[in-house]
C-alpha cells in the first residue's frame, strides 16, 4: 500500500485532510505534517521522517507527498528525505488532486501510475469561466428558494 502525506506551511494541509473527510466520507488513512512558524526545517524534516516511517513495514513501501508550493521548505525537506524513502512528490496540491490520488490508489496502481494520473489535466480541478456583472446567462440559483 502507498502512504500518502500532505506537507505545507501552516496549517494548510490539515485543512486539506478535514475537507478529504467531510467530502470523501474518510480520510484514506492521509497524514498531514504542517511546517509552524518559527519551526526550523530540521525540525520539520525530522517530523516529516516519522510520518513516513510510521507505515514503512519495509525497504519496498513507496511514499506520494503532495506539498504546497515548489521550493519551499516543506518541499525541499521531502526532496532531501528521497534519499532514504521511495518518495513521489507533487507540489500544488488541492482537493480533486486529493481526492483522485485517495479513489485511484484503493485500485493498487504503481507510484509511477499513480503520479501520472494526479497529475494528469482532468485531476488537477482548475477550471475557469469569467462572469461579466448584469451577466444573462444560466446558473444554479444558490437557495431552495424558488424565486
Known amino acids: 500500500m502507498i502512504n500518502v502525506i500532505l506537507i505545507s506551511h501552516g496549517d494548510f494541509c490539515q485543512g486539506l485532510l478535514q475537507s478529504l ?26 517530523k516529516l521522517a516519522e ?38 512528490l507533487i507540489s500544488g496540491m488541492n482537493l480533486p488532486m486529493l481526492l483522485t490520488l485517495c479513489f ?14 494526479v497529475t494528469s489535466e482532468s485531476s488537477l480541478g482548475v477550471q475557469v469561466k469569467l462572469f461579466k456583472e448584469g451577466e444573462k446567462s444560466k446558473r444554479e440559483k444558490l437557495s431552495i428558494d424558488k424565486n
Open 21 to 46: 473527510k467531510m467530502v470523501a466520507g474518510e480520510d484514506f488513512g492521509v497524514k498531514a505534517v504542517s511546517l509552524n512558524e518559527g519551526e526550523a526545517p530540521e525540525e520539520f524534516r525530522i
Open 51 to 88: 510520518a513516513i516511517q510510521e507505515n514503512h513495514t519495509d525497504s519496498e513501501q513507496e511514499t506520494i507527498i503532495l506539498s504546497d508550493i515548489p521550493g519551499g521548505t516543506p518541499f525541499q525537506s521531502a526532496a532531501y528525505l528521497a534519499k532514504q524513502y521511495k518518495i513521489g
Open 104 to 117: 485511484e490508489k484503493s485500485r493498487n496502481k504503481s507510484l509511477e501510475e499513480l503520479v501520472e494520473k
